[in-house]
């Protein structure tokens, strides 16, 4: 008489892959971003190189829905040629441009009267970009200085009630588009077996962790836009406040998913302890 043997379940392992080390590495990353993207914003807006992305008033909330319009309409071309066959030489192009476009910005911060400097660095980086596509340490690179780029410019050319409701609109998006649609984790899977510069990889003996480029690039935003558009009476140490605040809310949500061990979306929790520090400081009188 043979025995029907059932198969055990597995316990679900909820043991998290975070540890002293990543904690550490995400810091360091974390305040090396967002205090080189801080000196660049104030480097572009002395500079005269704000601008807005849709009407000329950088408080002017129409500029948040355009923006937010193009991030919509740039995430679905990407889509479309993710379904395509054959498809990748477009998407080394989108991130061609991308990383272009954002080196300039970032070196013209650095050496803002020597445009040949400027054009020969970032020439320098799409070669080596391109020359070594597997190179994951270098895609980190490459998604630093394209964070800090697009951060500060975006940063210094919002006033503050649209960069509010444009942080709103994005941690909306995500949860939608991580819990519902779905389509941000197949870009994120998409992103990193391909080695595309759309996200950081934080590698550990565990497991790689892979950040989206928005949680890095969304904070040095708000940040950006406070300490050069802020109307608090110190911009500054408000500035700082909401990025020990996202930095606390994007910890919460790495250590959540390290041990779920499911995708979650990092900016809800960011942009609320964001806009708790923003009200705060503007009841507080800081």
């Known amino acids: 008489m043979q025995k029907k043997l059932k198969s055990a379940k597995k316990k679900p392992d909820y043991s998290s892959w975070m540890n002293t080390e990543i904690f550490v590495l995400l810091a360091i990353v974390f305040i090396?971003?967002?205090?080189?993207?801080?000196?660049?914003?104030?480097?572009?807006?002395?500079?005269?190189l704000q601008q807005p992305p849709f009407t000329e008033d950088i408080n002017d909330i129409a500029n948040s829905f355009y923006l937010f319009g193009a991030i919509i309409l740039m995430t679905v071309f990407i889509l479309i040629l993710l379904k395509l066959r054959k498809t990748k030489?477009?998407?080394?192009?989108?991130?061609?441009?991308a990383v272009f476009s954002t080196s300039i910005i970032f070196f013209t911060?650095?050496?803002?009267?020597?445009?040949?400097?400027?054009?020969?660095?970032?020439?320098?980086?799409?070669?080596?970009?391109?020359?070594?596509?597997?190179?994951?340490?270098?895609r980190d690179f490459v998604s630093l200085i394209a964070i800090v780029g697009a951060g500060a410019f975006i940063g210094i050319s919002?006033?503050?009630?649209?960069?509010?409701?444009?942080?709103?609109?994005l941690?909306?998006?995500?949860?939608?588009?991580?819990?519902?649609t779905k389509h941000m984790v197949e870009i994120g899977r998409q992103a990193t077996s391909n080695n595309f510069a759309f996200t950081v990889?934080?590698?550990?003996k565990k497991h790689t962790f892979e950040l989206g480029n928005g949680d890095l690039v969304i904070p040095l935003c708000v940040a950006s836009s406070i300490l050069i558009n802020g109307p608090f009476n110190n911009n500054g140490l408000v500035a700082g406040?909401?990025?020990?605040?996202?930095?606390?809310?994007?910890?919460?949500?790495?250590?959540?998913?390290?041990?779920?061990?499911?995708?979650?979306?990092?900016?809800?929790?960011?942009?609320?302890l964001m806009i708790i520090v923003i009200i705060s400081g503007l009841l507080l009188g800081l």
């Open 32 to 48: 090396s971003v967002q205090t080189f993207g801080l000196y660049v914003a104030k480097q572009l807006f002395l500079l005269g």
């Open 89 to 97: 030489k477009l998407l080394w192009l989108i991130e061609g441009l």
């Open 109 to 138: 911060a650095f050496f803002p009267t020597n445009d040949i400097i400027v054009l020969v660095l970032t020439a320098i980086i799409i070669i080596w970009r391109y020359t070594h596509r597997e190179n994951v340490l270098f």
């Open 158 to 169: 919002l006033g503050l009630i649209p960069i509010l409701a444009f942080i709103i609109i």
């Open 171 to 180: 941690a909306i998006y995500d949860i939608i588009a991580v819990f519902y």
């Open 201 to 204: 990889a934080f590698p550990t």
């Open 241 to 272: 406040l909401c990025l020990g605040a996202s930095f606390i809310g994007l910890m919460t949500s790495i250590y959540t998913v390290s041990v779920k061990k499911i995708p979650l979306p990092a900016l809800p929790p960011q942009t609320l």
